[in-house]
């Protein structure tokens, strides 16, 4: 059975591992992350990620993470049945042939 998105986001907030570490941020801005936590939550080093300020704190998720939560919100609204890349990339053919026909009209 599948369950609702909103029912997820409150049995995760309730299973949360909440843990930390004391850090300390550099005169230049830097903050440096121990290797424990960063090798826990899969950051590699020169890997990109999604800074986020949720409810007065900084989030900071792998883009992994972040495909898969738009993946789950697609799928959830029913949207991964009806778009592919491939109806995307088609898509966006025909904008740039209409584009292309407009610019020609212009001239």
């Known amino acids: 059975m599948n369950m609702g998105l909103a029912q997820e986001t409150r049995r995760s ?3 949360t591992d909440v843990r930390g570490v004391r850090g300390r941020v550099s005169e230049t ?3 440096s992350l121990p290797a424990e936590l960063r090798r826990e939550v899969g ?3 020169g890997g990109i990620v999604r800074i ?3 409810d ?3 989030r900071i998720r792998t883009m992994k993470d972040v495909k898969e939560h738009v993946r ?3 799928r959830a609204t029913g949207l991964a049945d009806k778009a592919s890349v491939a109806d995307f990339l088609a898509f966006r053919a025909d904008e740039r042939r209409r ?3 407009a610019a ?3 001239k």
Do not use: Q
């Open 13 to 15: 907030a309730r299973e």
């Open 29 to 31: 801005g830097r903050l």
């Open 43 to 45: 950051l590699e080093k």
């Open 52 to 54: 986020e300020v949720v």
């Open 56 to 58: 007065g704190a900084i």
């Open 72 to 74: 789950g919100l697609a």
């Open 99 to 101: 584009e292309a026909a």
């Open 104 to 106: 020609k009209g212009r």
